[in-house]
């Protein structure tokens, strides 16, 4: 079976401070795992996406996600958050099996305080 | 580049009434899902499909009907709303890979349906 975990509903940093996200999963197949994050009111825009090629994936707006297969974890960080990184974010996990669904977890709330 | 196009965006319904939220997507994708998001409940796929004239049943199909008879447009339906069925639904849509899933999702910006 597969299931994905953010342990975190909500999190917040401050400006300037470093963000971390975590996201465990759970998949019977060699799985592509996805961060995607959704602003206030608007559609899902990807991030990054690990697709067993380099552990260590590099997205978009300075984020990064490190995949660890013995921990089952893909946790998703930022050195230094902005304000406009205030949103939700959503770990997803894809087996990698033809047909098969993506599966989202619930999501965390990403606050930023100046 | 319009991607992923849900119409309409807004609907109010009343309880009984039926309606059609339309899916299309100019990407020649073979995969379309429909989720409905509901807070602290993530995503939540309803149906989806993977070709045109295919459906499958999602984790919370009760209430939809779905169709897929051209590749670009994925219709979702209610035939007897609900207030259960306030929600905000996405589209989505995807590439399939002879390699696996490993293509990323392409969505749409939402329609958000209140029931009364």
């Known amino acids: 079976a597969q299931s994905v975990t953010q342990l975190d509903s909500h999190v917040s940093v401050s400006e300037g401070t470093p963000v971390l996200l975590r996201c465990n999963y759970s998949?019977?197949?060699?799985?592509?795992l996805f961060w995607y994050v959704q602003h206030p009111n608007k559609g899902l825009q990807l991030l990054l996406k690990?697709?067993?090629?380099?552990?260590l994936v590099k997205g978009i707006n300075g984020f990064e996600a490190e995949f660890k297969k013995s921990e089952t974890s893909f946790h998703l960080t930022k050195p230094s958050a902005h304000m406009s990184d205030a949103a939700e974010y959503f770990c997803?996990?894809?087996?990698?099996?033809?047909?098969?669904?993506?599966?989202f977890g619930k999501g965390t709330t990403l606050s930023v305080s100046s | 580049n319009a991607g992923v196009t849900q119409t309409p965006k807004f609907r109010v319904l009343k309880t009984g009434q039926s309606m059609t939220l339309l899916c299309a997507q100019d990407?020649?994708?073979?995969?379309m899902y429909w989720y409905r998001q509901d807070p602290g409940m993530g995503l939540r796929l309803i149906h989806y499909?993977?070709?045109?004239?295919?459906?499958a049943k999602g984790e919370v199909p009760d209430g939809y009907n779905v169709s897929r008879l051209k590749k670009q447009n994925f219709l979702l339906g209610l035939e007897s709303a609900a207030p259960s069925q306030t929600s905000v639904y996405f589209c989505?849509?995807?590439?399939?890979?002879?390699?696996?899933?490993?293509?990323?999702?392409?969505f749409g910006e939402g329609s958000r349906l209140t029931v009364l």
């Open positions: 989505a849509s995807r590439k399939h890979s002879s390699s696996g899933n490993t293509g990323e999702l392409f």
């Open positions: 998949s019977s197949y060699s799985p592509s």
């Open positions: 690990y697709t067993s090629a380099a552990t």
């Open positions: 997803v996990v894809s087996p990698n099996q033809a047909g098969t669904a993506l599966i």
């Open positions: 990407m020649n994708h073979e995969y």
């Open positions: 499909s993977v070709g045109e004239g295919t459906t």
